[in-house]
Nanobody, 115 residues
Framework: QRQLVESGGGLVQPGGSLRLSCAASGSIISIPVMGWYRQAPGKQRELVATITSADRTNYADSVKGRFTISRDIAKNTVYLQMNSLKPEDTAVYYC?????????WGQGTQVTVSS
């Protein structure tokens, strides 16, 4: 059973919006940190945004003011609302669940920003 399943990626024009979803297989209420990362072709995977069990959020400088991470405890789902998308946001976006002992990754969802 996959721990994390991402959805919501796709092709969008510059300036557009997308919302990514990450559905977890179990409760996320006590997961210390959940987050979104991305990896563009030829580049290393980088942090996009994280949210803690206390709902504290952290963002990469490149997405501050444009992206918002949130979570729905009842649905065991973490979201990434992405607005004002730029071509440089093009990447595979991965969901991550960080517990005290392990790090789990989803399979990724492709986001392409192009006119």
């Amino acid at each position: 059973q996959r721990q994390l399943v991402e959805s919501g990626g796709g092709l969008v024009q510059p300036g557009g919006s997308l919302r990514l979803s990450c559905a977890a297989s179990g409760s996320i209420i006590s997961i210390p940190v959940m987050g979104w990362y991305r990896q563009a072709p030829g580049k290393q995977r980088e942090l996009v945004a994280t949210i803690t069990s206390a709902d504290r959020t952290n963002y990469a400088d490149s997405v501050k003011g444009r992206f918002t991470i949130s979570r729905d405890i009842a649905k065991n789902t973490v979201y990434l609302q992405m607005n004002s998308l730029k071509p440089e946001d093009t990447a595979v976006y991965y969901c991550n669940k960080q517990t005290a002992s392990r790090s789990y990754w989803g399979q990724g969802t492709q986001v392409t920003v192009s006119s």
